[in-house]
């Protein structure tokens, strides 16, 4: 069973400019969440989606946004990048019960 | 805020050295309980989770964990660490529905061969 896949692995981008971000979840997970690690926060939840519709958000501002598709494959975008920006961004799938979450790679932003 | 504290930032044991990190969380009510591990260069894995019932779980490479309810504590244990489980270690606690969760700073993990 393939695993949560993220694209791209690394992104560079300068600020003021805007990213999207991808997520596959593995097969038949419907929740898809998104984190962002740091190491000075460590690890903090961006959102959730399920079934298409958010049903989790953390606390970011409104340039942190996502959706998920019908395939449940989702996207997250961050608009008007700031230094701070810089991060890995997780993804993680699950089926909808608390049998944890699954993580992917991440995908390692920078903003210069 | 709901937060998650772990007690040690650091731990470097030798190998066959038994293992406690320790794990708390702010307050009551539900809560469903994680341990993720983070190998050098790999992603998040799951250890462990707690649901209810038995208060003691056991996970993957001989790691357990106990629920203490009365002191908000989920703490990982395992009896005989070996030099792969060097690692990053991640408490991880999920009050509300759905897959949001709230997670402890780390404890990062050397064990020396």
């Known amino acids: 069973k393939a695993g949560v896949t993220q694209t791209p692995r690394y992104l560079i981008k300068t600020r003021g400019q805007q990213v999207t971000l991808s997520c596959s979840p593995i097969?038949?997970?419907?929740?898809v969440s998104w984190y962002q690690q740091t190491p000075g926060q460590g690890l903090q939840f961006l959102f959730e989606y399920f079934s298409e519709t958010q049903r989790n958000k953390g606390n970011f501002p409104g340039r942190f946004s996502g959706r998920q598709f019908s395939n449940s494959r989702s996207e997250m975008n961050v608009s008007t990048l700031e230094l701070g920006d810089s991060a890995l961004y997780l993804c993680?799938?699950?089926?909808?019960?608390?049998?944890?979450?699954?993580f992917g790679q991440g995908t390692r932003l920078t903003v210069v | 805020a709901q937060s998650v504290s772990q007690h040690n930032h650091h731990v470097i044991l030798s190998e066959a050295a038994s293992l406690e990190l320790g794990c708390n969380y702010s307050?009551?009510?539900?809560?469903?309980l994680f341990w993720y591990v983070q190998y050098p260069g790999q992603h998040l894995q799951l250890l462990l989770k707690y649901f209810s019932g038995d208060p003691l779980v056991k996970g993957i490479k001989g790691f357990e964990a106990e629920f203490i309810k009365s002191k908000f504590s989920f703490n990982l244990r395992k009896p005989s660490v070996q030099w792969s489980d060097t690692a990053e270690y991640f408490c991880a606690v999920n009050w509300d529905y759905g897959q949001n969760f709230v997670f402890g700073p780390g404890t990062r993990l050397s064990v020396l061969p």
């Open positions: 993680a799938s699950s089926q909808d019960d608390p049998v944890g979450a699954f």
């Open positions: 307050y009551g009510g539900t809560v469903n």
């Open positions: 097969s038949g997970h419907r929740s």
